[in-house]
RNA sequence: GCGGGUGUAGCUCAGUUGGUUAGAGCGCGAGAUUGUGGUCCUUGAGGUCGUGGGUUCGAUUCCCAUCUCCCGCC
């Protein structure tokens, strides 16, 4: 990755991070492509929304269509159609999610099939064999997460077990052509977390994950992980602030040095009817809506906000037609990756703290 | 015309052997959603229990009349 800005008062700093299938313009927001497609959005309308990486999953795409198929296919790009820079999440943030069909042991973790309950096992050398299938321009280490709440032991116990597998994982990826990312664990606890950090340190040739966080722990809780973490960032790779996140976040999140963030938010929030706008979240879905025949947002250029009017879009959710989640996905994925954009020329300009500011006072307090 | 049935929330229906603020599903309103197990979840509003009488301490419930709709018969 290369250096273009740091800012004085802040950790936000801008970068390009380069890959097998292009650059990256960093900060940046990356869409979330679970079964090798983002819900609801054509790979054409993703580069209109300037889309520059999309994050797949490996858990997901292992149990169907199989790993093996998508390499038969060609691999991951050529698979869905996409042909910029992908990452793949490890499987390990399912372990996670999906903790009741699982039991995490040393030397990997056995879990039921959320699709069949077949039984399965993967491991960090499973892990990379799927992510090597699948052909990402990054891959994400296995890793244990734990969730909020889980004590200093559980946490410590998950921490050092996922810097186990991280060794593992390093050790057995060979492809020169995909950037492993390790991931940084240690739950809330800020000892645990620069423990992590500089252990993996070494691990972190092309970025570095952070992980565990926005996982159910209140906002003001993971910034203040994120200020601990600041000064022992590796400043030559970029961050990557793992499942995060909602635009308040995003903001924060780059004042605190993270250089990228997947989020299923955008797509998730969309498809059920609530709009990510520069002027704060909009519920399509409320009444209000009803008769309002002005676009999303009047800021954006957008296929929806350019063709489409709230009215029209609420009708179509509220009644199961597609085109309405589709439109908002399209609208929220548009407006994520604007707002880093600006938020990229902001730090060029020496004024993110000032952008920061305008963006609270533009978005009412309606993210939070 | 006769006989039988029916009428409870916007819709489809429960229910009460007569007893405090009458329920469900759907719909409607609102909230929620952060490395996605394709809306799950939480919550709110809304009812003269067809109408008018009667019996009773008390009727959505029992009785009478009447109206509505459905079925059958002539």
């Not at 090798?36 to 790979?43: E, H, L, N």
């Not at 999440?89 to 699709?115: C, P, R, T």
């Not at 903001?251 to 250089?259: F, K, L, P, Q, T």
């Not at 439109?327 to 993110?352: C, F, G, P, W």
Request: glycine share 10%; hydrophobic share 35%.
């Amino acid at each position: 990755m290369k250096s273009r800005k740091q800012d004085k008062r802040t950790g936000a700093r801008v970068g390009v991070l380069h890959t097998p299938h292009g650059d990256i313009m960093t900060p940046t927001y990356m869409p979330v492509g679970t079964q090798a497609t983002v819900k609801g959005i054509t790979p054409a309308s993703l580069k209109d929304a300037k889309t520059q990486i999309l994050l797949a999953n490996t858990y997901h795409l292992y149990m169907r269509p199989g790993d093996e198929l998508v390499k038969k296919a060609g691999g991951l790009h050529k698979f869905m159609a996409w042909d910029r820079p992908i990452l793949t999440d490890s499987g390990g943030f399912q372990v996670f999610s999906l903790a009741k069909l699982n039991k995490i042991k040393d030397e990997g973790v056995y879990f039921n099939s959320h699709v069949d309950g077949s039984l399965h096992f993967i491991d960090p050398e499973k892990a990379m064999d799927i992510e090597n299938n699948l052909g990402a321009d990054i891959i994400m280490a296995f890793d244990q997460c734990t969730a909020y709440g889980v004590d200093y032991k559980g946490s410590k116990a998950a921490m050092e077990r996922t810097l186990k597998w991280l060794d593992r994982c390093y050790t057995h990826h060979k492809n020169p052509m995909q950037a492993l990312f390790p991931i940084v664990q240690g739950n809330v606890y800020k000892d645990l977390r620069i423990e992590s950090l500089k252990a993996t340190i070494p691990y972190a040739k092309y970025g570095i994950g952070i992980g565990g966080l926005s996982v159910g722990e209140p906002k003001n809780i993971m910034y203040e992980v994120m200020d601990e973490m600041l000064p022992y960032y590796p400043t030559a790779v970029p961050r990557y602030l793992m499942g995060v996140g909602s635009p308040d976040c995003l903001i924060e999140g780059v004042r605190r040095g993270i250089d990228m963030f997947d989020c299923v938010l955008a797509t998730r929030v969309g498809r059920n009817g609530t709009a990510l706008t520069s002027h704060g979240k909009v519920v399509v879905r409320n009444g209000v809506y009803k008769e309002d025949f002005t676009p999303l947002d009047d800021e954006c250029d957008c296929y929806a906000c350019k063709n489409y009017t709230k009215a029209y879009l609420r009708h179509t959710i509220n009644v199961g037609e597609m085109i309405g989640g589709m439109m908002i996905s399209l609208h929220n994925v548009t407006y994520l990756n604007k707002l880093m954009s600006e938020i990229r020329t902001a730090i060029m300009e020496d004024r993110i703290t000032e952008y920061a500011e305008e963006f609270y006072l533009k978005t009412g307090g309606t993210y939070k």
